[in-house]
């Protein structure tokens, strides 16, 4: 038997993880302690992220407003007069609003990519749909429909 340091609960020694390196051979926390806190770290890291990455463009305001100012440019040279903004603005809304009924992360992702080496798609309703942000963001500007090459 040996007493867990976190939750101070005696417990057999099956309880607990081999650690060769101490004398009586476990560690020092038993198995749930370590997998709680495990878990709670995990559950931080996105938060953590977040928490980075808007203070890195809080640092870095005229690099991020370029890019946001660019982006959009790029989406009004490739916007043709014929695109239906009434039709584009409800894609995004229906990706607003996934994102809020299911808890995940919903991206409006063009079909064909605005920019690519070998193609440039429209920013157009038909080529637009709404995906999951896992989806999309593993998808990049690599693969679309009728790819040349693709099998």
């Given at each position: 038997m040996k007493t867990c340091t976190k939750c101070?609960?005696?417990?057999?020694?099956?309880?607990?993880?081999?650690?060769?390196?101490?004398k009586d051979g476990c560690t020092a926390e038993c198995r749930a302690c370590l997998t709680a806190a495990a878990n709670a770290q995990h559950r931080a890291k996105p938060e953590k992220t977040k928490a980075n990455n808007q203070r890195w463009y809080a640092n870095n305001l005229a690099w991020s407003t370029a890019k946001t100012h660019w982006r959009r440019a790029q989406k009004r040279h490739v916007t043709p007069a014929w695109a239906?903004?009434?039709?584009?603005?409800?894609?995004?809304d229906l990706a607003?609003?996934?994102?809020?009924?299911?808890?995940?992360?919903?991206?409006?992702?063009?079909?064909?990519?605005?920019r690519s080496n070998i193609v440039s798609g429209l920013h157009v309703e038909?080529?637009?749909?709404?995906?999951?942000?896992s989806t999309n963001l593993a998808k990049g500007n690599r693969h679309w429909p009728d790819m040349p090459g693709a099998l």
């Amino acid at each position: 038997m040996k007493t867990c340091t976190k939750c101070q609960i005696e417990k057999p020694l099956t309880a607990f993880y081999i650690e060769r390196r101490v004398k009586d051979g476990c560690t020092a926390e038993c198995r749930a302690c370590l997998t709680a806190a495990a878990n709670a770290q995990h559950r931080a890291k996105p938060e953590k992220t977040k928490a980075n990455n808007q203070r890195w463009y809080a640092n870095n305001l005229a690099w991020s407003t370029a890019k946001t100012h660019w982006r959009r440019a790029q989406k009004r040279h490739v916007t043709p007069a014929w695109a239906n903004q009434f039709f584009i603005s409800e894609i995004y809304d229906l990706a607003q609003r996934r994102t809020k009924a299911t808890g995940i992360e919903w991206h409006v992702d063009h079909i064909v990519p605005l920019r690519s080496n070998i193609v440039s798609g429209l920013h157009v309703e038909q080529n637009l749909r709404v995906i999951p942000k896992s989806t999309n963001l593993a998808k990049g500007n690599r693969h679309w429909p009728d790819m040349p090459g693709a099998l």
